[in-house]
């Protein structure tokens, strides 16, 4: 994926973003949709399913081990259920490019399969920690091998008989939960998964969907083994991640007004608005409705004056695809915000405590990194070039910056924004984002 050429984001300051909007589709969801999907029994339709890369290396894995499916058409997908036991062995390895969710959920599911699988990436994924789950999946009875540092690639062996463990998870981990609940269906007796804080629980809600039963006491979500999966149709939310960069971009720019529509509200997602709220910003939240197990809502956003905080430390893992977006919020507004515990953000898809500390710098603002968060002073943006490091929430959040810096702001090396967000660019632009986009 690194050998696409680079994609330059051009932005001029002014302008001010306005309309309503749908952005596509949550990734989470999105990747559940297909392996739920595909393991199932009879057919699955999934709407609204996110066409980008990460989804989309999902989707690939399993047409390479016998899945058919047909589209994404429009975002339509209809996946024919090859039950739990039905998957076949891939020609190759399976290259689920810069997805970290691919790589953690796949490694679960596949533990329990007969045949072997390797699961490599790109330069990116390949230096994410995956003893996380191959640690857990391992006294679980899987047996993976990773390189020495613990990373992918990963060869998962099959033929391992799987028995239910009780796992504590040391980090708040949604990817970890899943992984052990999707190894969980092929174990022998209860896999039982305790989280040390709430994390994002479309898994549980989704395997409800497949009609498998997961019980929920507190913070331990389990599963039996051997449950078998009923497909049906699943509606894909606007994903909140993507609509953070508008949540920050229409707070931060004087006289914007947007509406995003269809926006996924499942409170284990929603710590981007609470923070935002909490610094002062105007965003109402439609009246929320049910879809599929999901809740949905519009939400309005009005520009307004921002000031700094010290943001809650329970709200971490509710807003942790977000910290690029709120640290440009918390840049633009009012005084000191300080973030504590979110050292998960050092192993995202770059070290994103260090790459918007060094963006925010170039850009003429005071932000100190910490090992575990960043204490940052509200200020004004100069124009200046920032790197993305390939990583796409830091190319997005910088392009809202843009709008309101003091002059051109150039952010290098943004291809991977399609990883989550197709089409951002010219969605951007429709609603006011001085944005153009070149290729180096
Ligand atoms: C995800 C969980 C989060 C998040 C990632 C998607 C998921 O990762 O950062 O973008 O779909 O389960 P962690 O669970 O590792 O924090």
């Known amino acids: 994926m690194n050998a696409t050429p680079e994609v330059i984001f051009d932005v001029e300051p002014g302008g001010r973003l306005d309309g309503e909007l749908r952005v596509?589709?949550?990734?989470?969801?999105?990747?559940?949709?297909?392996?739920?999907?595909?393991?199932?029994?009879?057919?699955?339709?999934?709407?609204?399913?996110?066409?980008?890369?990460?989804?989309?290396?999902?989707?690939?894995?399993?047409?390479?081990?016998?899945?058919?499916?047909?589209?994404?058409?429009?975002?339509?997908?209809?996946?024919?259920?090859?039950?739990?036991?039905?998957?076949?062995?891939?020609?190759?390895?399976l290259d689920l490019g810069n997805s970290g969710t691919s790589m953690r959920l796949l490694c679960g599911l596949l533990a329990g399969q007969r045949?072997?699988?390797?699961?490599?990436?790109?330069?990116?994924?390949?230096?994410?920690?995956?003893?996380?789950?191959?640690?857990?999946?391992?006294?679980m009875g899987a047996v993976i091998e990773t390189t020495p540092a613990g990373t992918a690639p990963l060869r998962v062996r099959g033929g391992r008989p799987l028995h239910g463990i009780d796992y504590d998870m040391p980090v708040a981990s949604a990817q970890v939960k899943s992984c052990l609940l999707l190894a969980g269906l092929y174990a022998d007796g209860v896999t039982r998964v305790t989280e040390p804080a709430t994390t994002r629980d479309h898994t549980e809600r989704m395997l409800d969907g497949f009609g498998c039963e997961v019980r929920r006491e507190g913070a331990t979500a389990s599963v039996a083994g051997g449950q078998r999966l009923r497909g049906h149709a699943i509606d894909v939310p606007a994903d909140i991640s993507s609509a953070a960069f508008f949540l920050v971009g229409a707070s931060i720019v004087p006289g914007s007004e947007i509406v995003l529509r269809h926006v996924g509200v499942n409170p284990t997602r929603t710590g981007v608005i609470d923070i935002l709220q909490r610094m002062g910003a105007d965003i109402a939240v439609g009246q929320v409705k049910d879809s599929g197990g999901e809740p949905v809502a519009d939400i309005r956003v009005r520009a307004a004056q921002l000031h700094g905080i010290d943001i809650p430390a329970e709200l971490v893992p509710l807003a942790i695809d977000e910290f690029p977006a709120l640290f440009v919020a918390a840049a633009a507004a009012r005084g000191r915000t300080v973030l504590t515990g979110a050292g998960e953000l050092r192993v995202k898809e770059s070290?994103?405590?260090?790459?918007?500390?060094?963006?925010?710098?170039?850009?003429?603002i005071a932000a100190e990194p910490t090992p575990d968060g960043m204490v940052i002073e509200?200020?004004?943006?100069?124009?200046?070039?920032?790197m993305a490091h390939g990583d796409h929430r830091i190319a997005m959040a910088f392009a809202m910056a843009g709008m309101v810096a003091g002059g051109p702001v150039r952010i290098r090396d943004c291809a991977n924004v399609d990883t989550s967000f197709p089409g951002f660019q010219g969605l951007a632009a429709a609603h006011g984002l001085r944005i153009s986009m070149e290729h180096g």
Not at 26 to 51: P, Y
Not at 378 to 386: L, P, Q, S
């Open 24 to 93: 596509p589709g949550d990734k989470s969801i999105s990747h559940r949709s297909v392996m739920l999907g595909a393991i199932a029994e009879g057919e699955t339709r999934v709407d609204g399913f996110l066409q980008g890369a990460d989804a989309l290396a999902t989707l690939h894995a399993f047409r390479e081990m016998g899945v058919r499916v047909d589209g994404p058409h429009d975002g339509c997908l209809r996946i024919q259920g090859a039950g739990l036991h039905g998957l076949a062995a891939p020609a190759g390895a």
């Open 115 to 139: 045949f072997d699988t390797v699961l490599a990436g790109d330069a990116s994924l390949s230096r994410r920690p995956m003893r996380r789950v191959t640690e857990p999946l391992a006294e």
């Open 351 to 364: 070290d994103r405590i260090a790459v918007m500390a060094e963006g925010l710098g170039r850009l003429g």
């Open 378 to 386: 509200g200020g004004r943006f100069n124009g200046g070039e920032v």
